[in-house]
């Protein structure tokens, strides 16, 4: 696992979240490494729509998994997502929105910035959540 990660921007790689404490590694971050195959280096933040389309495809994000220290997801939840997951739900225009900060440098190699950025989960000005 590479501590110097950066992120997406070129800055450093920032925590995803610990509550749930997610990555590969449960260290909050989307750090990966030769053992990460399934390459969790995307940052979301989980809707609905994305986590019905996850159990859909077979990978089910909502059932708390206790022996894997998985408390299952809500809307909302910041996530370390597999990058080609992530891919599979923007075809289906269902891809959450992204955390830029906390996303792996890593993922560019399978979507561009441009993408990601159109992508970005932002704060509006007025508090609320906006992508």
Same mark, same amino acid.
């Given at each position: 696992?590479?501590?110097?990660?950066?992120?997406?921007?070129?800055?450093?790689?920032?925590?995803?979240?610990?509550?749930?404490?997610?990555?590969?590694?449960?260290?909050?971050?989307?750090?990966?490494?030769?053992?990460?195959? $399934? %390459?969790?280096?995307?940052?979301?933040?989980?809707?609905?729509?994305?986590?019905?389309?996850?159990?859909?495809?077979?990978?089910?994000?909502?059932?708390?998994?206790?022996?894997?220290?998985?408390?299952?997801?809500?809307?909302?939840?910041?996530?370390?997502?597999?990058?080609?997951?992530?891919?599979?739900?923007?075809?289906?225009?269902?891809?959450?929105?992204?955390?830029?900060?906390? %996303?792996?440098?890593?993922?560019?190699?399978?979507?561009?910035?441009?993408?990601?950025?159109?992508?970005?989960?932002?704060?509006?000005?007025? $508090?609320?959540?906006?992508?």
């Amino acid at each position: 696992m590479d501590h110097d990660a950066l992120n997406v921007m070129g800055e450093p790689l920032q925590a995803c979240s610990f509550d749930p404490v997610t990555g590969f590694y449960r260290d909050g971050c989307c750090h990966t490494g030769p053992d990460d195959v $399934g %390459t969790h280096v995307v940052c979301a933040r989980v809707t609905a729509d994305f986590l019905a389309f996850s159990q859909a495809v077979g990978n089910d994000l909502s059932t708390p998994r206790p022996e894997w220290r998985f408390p299952g997801l809500r809307p909302g939840d910041r996530w370390c997502l597999c990058v080609r997951r992530w891919k599979e739900a923007l075809t289906a225009g269902v891809a959450p929105p992204v955390i830029l900060e906390a %996303t792996h440098a890593s993922t560019l190699q399978f979507v561009d910035l441009e993408t990601l950025q159109r992508h970005a989960w932002r704060r509006s000005t007025d $508090g609320s959540a906006a992508t």
